[in-house]
């Protein structure tokens, strides 16, 4: 089993429990608590048929059984990649049955991305879906099984199992209870500090990095949501950003089951889908980047639904525009909507309240949840007054214990305890916060980061490039879309078919591929050699010859 060393101390802890932002339960706990109360109330809804909490209930116990007999327990690695399938949360409650610590995945990651994480979870089990997207996920795992000798067990969801690999069908028809005692699991419960999710990031200086999570601070900020939000048992929730997110593992599994409420999943975004959804089981809230905001308001058939039930967005990854507030409004008075703001090393750290005015909400990412602090400050960490822009720092319940086989990483993403966000942002003088930047190279596209270091590294292993940088051009639906800026080398000529057929090549997922090929003579550079990209960006902006409303190269890809 992997070790996952942290810098979480015994005062911490213990003050966070003493504040009672740590309650020591687990999502096992709430899970069990409602299928005791209720057992026949639906817990989730999906494309493929439903469940109820008894049902949930009793088939993580049977799958933690199962994870037993594959020798898989505390500590070892159990891999998601499926999309938002009800098998996701059963697999998520057998593993912390055991101990084990989940490690969700986004389902458009190929070999080269999901090779690395696998390697660097020293992952036991690996569930996939057997067909997603017109994928098969089956072939691209045991391709990488032969090179990742920890790797012993591939589980196949809904669709035929390659010869090497288990089908999930057959894996929870086995009576494992008849062979093993169900009351080994009480000598299993983890501890609430232990680690209990490796979530991966977006890496800014090259590979992704592995998030650290325990029981205690996955659940702190859901909590404080809940209470913000007076969301109950009787709130009915929809998610279709992928659970392999933190918004969409949080917001979509935990939350719901911490309530004892029914979630209606989505595997596919379809505005249009959405809103039958909504219909059809009176969704009462959402969550997503204000590209679904958008798609869903300007949905043709939105005003022929019946939408009443539906009360709540909850808007991150992006600024919301002014306009879509006023268009939400118009289109349905009743829905109230609250923009955030948080990363996967801290969950939501701050949201705008139903007490907030419309400006607040338009042009602020919130106030600080519930035990959360921030603070705005200069390159030598003095905070700075409000109004004033500087990097973004936080501290709380909800902060992650540190990123995987990486603790130098993590001391030097610290000042004092204070996490050193990558943002810019700027604090008003009622201590809201406005993210204006990042201190880190990234592109945000439709809320989904792309890790432009890890891109530029991958283009330039293709030896009929001399230069390369990756900036974000703005777009009106997903916020920023990526350009290229490359230099051939001499004799060379790259078009964006070649640019494709070698990120292709070299297995990068394609929503991380640039979107616009510009090739350049000279790419600006700075007297220390450092590639001045804020040119490279006011050159999007301002040159007609950089029209951004041609048409782009590669497809919308949904999140």
Not at 154 to 173: C, H, N, R
């Amino acid at each position: 089993m992997p070790e996952f060393a942290t810098l979480l101390t015994e005062s911490q802890a213990r003050t966070f429990k003493e504040n009672g932002y740590w309650i020591d339960r687990l999502i096992i706990d709430y899970a069990d608590d409602t299928a005791q109360r209720t057992p026949d109330k639906v817990a989730i809804i999906d494309a493929r048929g439903s469940c109820t909490f008894a049902e949930l209930r009793d088939l993580s116990i049977r799958c933690a059984l199962g994870l037993l007999s594959l020798d898989i327990g505390k500590d070892d690695v159990v891999s998601l990649q499926l999309p938002n399938w009800r098998e996701w949360t059963i697999l998520h409650l057998a593993a912390t049955r055991i101990g084990a610590i989940t490690n969700p995945i986004v389902p458009i990651f190929r070999d080269r991305e999901l090779g690395y994480m696998l390697r660097l979870a020293e992952t036991r089990l690996l569930a996939v879906p057997g067909r997603f997207r017109k994928f098969e996920y089956g072939p691209m795992a045991l391709g990488l099984k032969a090179d990742l000798p920890g790797l012993e067990h591939i589980l196949v969801v809904d669709g035929s199992a390659p010869e090497g690999t288990m089908s999930w069908a057959e894996f929870v028809a086995i009576p494992w209870e008849e062979r093993i005692d169900p009351s080994v699991l009480d000598g299993m419960r983890p501890a609430p500090d232990r680690v209990t999710e490796l979530i991966f990031t977006s890496g800014t200086t090259g590979d992704p990095k592995g998030v650290l999570h325990s029981h205690n601070t996955l659940l702190a900020p859901m909590l404080s949501v809940a209470q913000t939000l007076n969301l109950s048992s009787e709130t009915v929730f929809h998610m279709t950003s992928t659970f392999g997110h933190q918004t969409g593992f949080l917001a979509g599994i935990r939350l719901p089951l911490q309530l004892g409420a029914t979630c209606v999943y989505q595997d596919i975004w379809d505005p249009a889908v959405f809103l039958e959804l909504i219909e059809r089981h009176k969704v009462t809230i959402s969550n997503g980047g204000p590209t679904f905001l958008q798609d869903m308001l300007r949905c043709p058939n939105i005003d022929r639904r019946d939408l009443s039930s539906f009360r709540i967005f909850r808007c991150g990854g992006a600024p919301i525009p002014r306009v879509l507030i006023r268009e939400a409004i118009e289109k349905m008075p009743q829905v109230s909507i609250y923009s955030a703001w948080g990363q996967t090393e801290n969950a939501i750290v701050t949201m705008t309240r139903p007490s907030d005015p419309e400006d607040k909400i338009a042009n602020t990412d919130g106030y600080p949840q519930r035990g959360m602090e921030v603070r705005v400050v200069d390159d030598a960490n003095s905070t700075l007054p409000p109004g004033e822009e500087g990097r973004l720092q936080c501290r709380g319940p909800s902060l992650f214990l540190g990123y995987a086989k990486q603790v130098d990483l993590t001391r030097d993403s610290f000042v004092g305890d204070w996490f050193d966000t990558g943002d810019l942002a700027v604090m008003d003088k009622d201590g809201f916060i406005r993210i204006t930047g990042r201190t880190r190279d990234i592109i945000i596209r439709g809320g989904e980061n792309i890790p432009v270091a890890y891109i530029e590294n991958v283009i330039y292993e293709d030896t009929r490039i001399a230069d390369v940088a990756i900036v974000g051009m703005p777009d009106e639906r997903l916020g920023e879309r990526a350009c290229a800026f490359i230099i051939p080398r001499p004799g060379e000529e790259i078009t964006m078919r070649d640019l494709q057929a070698h990120l292709e090549f070299k297995g990068v997922v394609k929503q991380y591929w640039p979107e616009r090929l510009e090739v350049v003579d000279e790419i600006p550079r700075s007297a220390n050699g450092k590639i001045r990209k804020v040119e490279l960006r006011a050159r999007l902006l301002n040159e007609t010859r950089f029209d951004r409303t041609r048409p782009f190269t590669q497809p919308d890809y949904e999140r």
